[in-house]
């Protein structure tokens, strides 16, 4: 018998509320897809609704029954985040899985609306902030989860504490690598404070390994076909985009998942979805120095 981990192991999710961010393309529109078919209602959280309205359609064309909710949301923005969690928080009493899907990777020096970096603005950031302000609805449902999806990229990366908005000699790859990191070190203080509340909820972490999807187009390279050619290389050489959400939607949904675990491909960046090991730069003191940080910066003090 098979022990893989496959989309036949995911459960019934019939009434079960999920929030994925960036959920129009890639990863997140794989997530979707794959929770959808099994009867949660997803809440596509999208910075371009046109888009995100066109990768609904297309999911219903191919899930007859799947129940969607496209709503606007663009991380590299506060206010929009602000703006979401009231919308979500008026329409939705119940918030299964949160999964912080949505990212940039190494981008040209850029800022966001609130003048962060904008890998670290919209990868880390804009999903604390996400978080922090849907936690009371996280809180009130029995079991729910906080799904970040991180990168290898966090591997050999490391947290510049003394300038965590790059402001000199910017790195495109360090400032993503600084981002992936900040994902897993939010989540193990996140677990930690919500253990030491005694909440069920549980906050997890997840990475993909390598797959084609639209990441490359964030780099904005100036030589053109470089883009595509990176995206048909990937789709050569690495697993399909569906494959490599399943990390992500084990980390989501397997029963057997405990808080503060981080689930990758089983051969590092390919495989199927197994618990893999943190990178050795996470500790539990740059775990609670960023969550600090994270709440002086964007304002949202929770837990
Ligand atoms: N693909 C890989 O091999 C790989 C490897 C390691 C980790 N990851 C991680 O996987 C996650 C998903 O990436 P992907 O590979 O699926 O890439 P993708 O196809 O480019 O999807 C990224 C999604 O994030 C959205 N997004 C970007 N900036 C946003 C913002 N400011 N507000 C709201 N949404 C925003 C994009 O929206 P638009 O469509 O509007 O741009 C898109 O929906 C990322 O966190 C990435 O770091 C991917």
């Known amino acids: 018998m098979s022990n893989k981990w496959t989309q036949n192991d995911i459960p019934d999710l019939t009434s079960k509320v999920v929030v994925i961010t960036g959920a129009n393309s890639g990863l997140g529109l794989e997530s979707t897809k794959a929770l959808a078919a099994e009867g949660a209602t997803v809440v596509m ?18 899930i007859p029954n799947a129940q ?75 079991n729910s989860r906080i799904v970040n999806v991180s990168s290898g990229a966090a591997d050999g990366a490391k947290i510049r504490f003394d300038d965590l908005m790059f402001s000199d000699e910017y790195s495109r790859f360090e400032a993503y690598g600084q981002s992936k990191l900040a994902n897993l070190l939010f989540t193990v203080e ?8 005694k909440a069920p909820t549980l906050a997890v972490a997840a990475h993909p390994g390598v797959t084609s999807s639209n990441l490359v187009s964030s780099m904005r390279m100036p030589v053109p076909g470089i883009t595509t050619l990176a995206k048909l290389l990937t789709r050569l050489m690495f697993p399909d985009t569906a494959t490599g959400a399943l ?29 893999v090991a943190m990178p050795d730069a996470v500790n539990a003191a740059d775990a609670a120095r960023l969550w600090e940080i994270s709440a002086d910066l964007t304002g949202v003090h929770f837990l």
């Open 45 to 62: 959280a999208c910075r371009n609704l046109n888009k995100a309205e066109m990768a609904a359609d297309a999911t219903r064309k191919a």
């Open 68 to 142: 969607l909710a496209v709503m606007a949301l663009d991380m590299a923005n506060l206010a929009s985040v602000h703006t979401f969690a009231a919308d979500f928080t008026a329409t939705y009493d119940r918030l299964d899985i949160l999964m912080n899907n949505a990212g940039v990777m190494a981008t040209p020096q850029m800022t966001t609306q609130d003048g962060f970096e904008l890998q670290l603005g919209t990868n880390h950031l804009g999903h604390y902030a996400l978080t922090g302000l849907l936690i009371d609805t996280l809180l009130a449902t029995p």
């Open 190 to 197: 996140l677990q930690k404070r919500l253990a030491e509340n």
């Open 247 to 275: 990390s992500q939607v084990r980390a989501a949904v397997d029963s057997s998942v405990k808080g503060g675990e981080y689930y990758g491909p089983d051969k590092g960046m390919r495989g199927w979805p197994v618990q």
